[in-house]
T-cell receptor
Framework: GAVVSQHPSWVICKSGTSVKIECRSL??????MFWYRQFPKQSLMLMAT?????????EQGVEKDKFLINHASLTLSTLTVTSAHPEDSSFYIC???????????FGDGTRLSIL | GESVGLHLPTLSVQEGDNSIINCAYS??????FIWYKQESGKGPQFIID?????DKRQGQRVTVLLNKTVKHLSLQIAATQPGDSAVYFC????????????FGQGTILTVHP
């Protein structure tokens, strides 16, 4: 149980393109989903927290207009990287959890490469 | 606390040995802790968790120890196998209403056959 699916797993696109990443909880209802960014050989850095039906809460330094998050249902959250540039290239990972103080379960990440 | 950098701590062990991975957490108010395993190119996988009212919890081949006095967390893996090779992260919940986690810098575990 507690499976989180993330799609796509890998995307390469040109600078200036907007890219949408989907995160789905397959066998549980995710009241809260989280989006992280991870650079090579580094830890996960939380970008934003989203609760179903509410606006996402962004961490300090994360541009809201750059990284659009939608959490329209209890099983789906999306992250859209708008007008992506090479510096946005990274590994983006989502997680989801049911109730508070239950562990977050992670998707397998999306490797984004902007040319 | 530990800073995030480009050189993760590493631990190399022989197959069959026991492994101990350590983590110093940052906030004395944290009430929930989790260990995750991350294999190359994948997302973190839940291993074991522990709440702040406990000091030890055991799972299958794994044990987590919590020392709140010195804000230290450890993960013990018994009879380590090559499949255990990965990066291991501890994470702490700062007790916020949405359960945000703060991740440690990670430790690279390499198990030699």
């Amino acid at each position: 149980g507690a499976v989180v699916s993330q799609h796509p797993s890998w995307v390469i696109c040109k600078s200036g393109t907007s890219v949408k990443i989907e995160c789905r909880s397959l066998d549980f209802q995710a009241t809260t989903m989280f989006w992280y960014r991870q650079f090579p050989k580094q830890s996960l850095m939380l970008m934003a927290t989203s609760n179903e039906g509410s606006k996402a809460t962004y961490e300090q330094g994360v541009e809201k207009d750059k990284f659009l998050i939608n959490h329209a249902s209890l099983t789906l959250s999306t992250l859209t990287v708008t007008s992506a540039h090479p510096e946005d290239s990274s590994f983006y990972i989502c997680s989801a959890r049911g109730q508070r103080n239950q562990p977050q379960h992670f998707g397998d990440g999306t490797r984004l490469s902007i040319l | 606390g530990e800073s995030v950098g480009l050189h993760l701590p590493t631990l190399s062990v022989q197959e069959g040995d026991n492994s101990i991975i350590n983590c110093a957490y940052s906030n004395s108010a944290s009430d929930y802790f989790i260990w995750y395993k991350q294999e190359s190119g994948k997302g973190p996988q839940f291993i074991i968790d522990i709440r702040s009212n406990m000091d030890k919890r055991q799972g299958q081949r794994v044990t987590v120890l919590l020392n709140k006095t010195v804000k230290h967390l450890s993960l013990q893996i018994a009879a380590t196998q090559p499949g255990d090779s990965a990066v291991y992260f501890c994470a702490e919940n700062l007790g916020t209403s949405y359960g945000k986690l703060t991740f440690g810098q990670g430790t690279i575990l390499t198990v030699h056959p």
